[in-house]
């Protein structure tokens, strides 16, 4: 149980564009997903928490007018990476908060982002 | 957040057992460690959780140490697909944890 997906898995844009990230929860309701953002042979960094019916807040640094987040449903979080530009390219994961299991996050499987 | 420490990396035999070492001597009274583990490319797999008793599940033990600021993750056989890069984190009442560096785990035929 506890499965996260994420839409698209790896996607390549051209600079200037907008794309936008699904992250569902599949099998349980989330009130709470949280973004992150993964360099290669880097850690991962919390971009935003996302909480079901209310504004994200945002880590510092991370612009919110650049990475708008969206979570409308109890199972769905967006992410739009805004203008996108060469150095958004990265790999971006969503995880999910199961509510009741002691703040146990769940993640998908994450989305390779290539803006050229 | 507390923060954690962890080895940068460490091999093991497989089948043999594998001790990940994990300190995170700020940790609150309410703050629970939690142990990720990320094969490359994909994203981080839950594995175990505990407060302060030692926790079991099909994959991994947990040994919290008496005064929570340290622990260990032990797997009990390992496995060459257990080679990934394993986080030990401490999880806020609100579920926002900060992930450290890892430990990358290789495990040898």
């Known amino acids: 149980g506890a499965v996260v997906s994420q839409h698209p898995s790896r996607v390549i844009c051209k600079s200037g564009t907008s794309v936008k990230i699904e992250c569902r929860s599949l099998d349980f309701q989330a009130t709470t997903m949280f973004w992150y953002r993964q360099f290669p042979k880097k850690s991962l960094m919390l971009m935003a928490t996302?909480?079901?019916?209310?504004?994200?807040?945002?880590e510092q640094g991370v612009e919110k007018d650049k990475f708008l987040i969206n979570h409308a449903s109890l199972t769905l979080s967006t992410l739009t990476v805004t203008s996108a530009h060469p150095e958004d390219s990265s790999f971006y994961i969503c995880?999910?908060?199961?509510?009741?299991?002691?703040?146990?996050?769940?993640f998908g499987p994450g989305t390779r982002l290539l803006v050229l | 957040d507390a923060k954690t420490t962890q080895p940068p990396s460490m091999d093991c035999a497989e089948g043999r057992a594998a001790n990940l070492p994990c300190n995170h001597s700020?940790?609150?009274?309410?703050?629970?460690v939690y142990w990720y583990r990320q094969i490359h490319s994909q994203g981080p797999q839950y594995i175990i959780h505990?407060?302060?008793n030692n926790e079991t599940n099909e994959m991994a033990s947990l040994i919290i140490t008496e005064d929570r600021k340290s622990s260990t993750l032990i797997l009990p056989h390992a496995t060459l697909r257990d080679t990934a890069v394993y986080y030990c984190?401490?999880?806020?009442?609100?579920?926002?944890?900060?992930f450290g560096d890892g430990t990358t785990l290789t495990v040898k035929p």
């Open positions: 984190i401490v999880s806020t009442n609100a579920g926002k944890s900060t």
């Open positions: 700020t940790i609150s009274g309410n703050e629970y």
């Open positions: 995880s999910a908060r199961l509510a009741g299991s002691q703040e146990t996050q769940y």
């Open positions: 505990g407060l302060k």
């Open positions: 996302s909480n079901e019916g209310s504004k994200a807040t945002y």
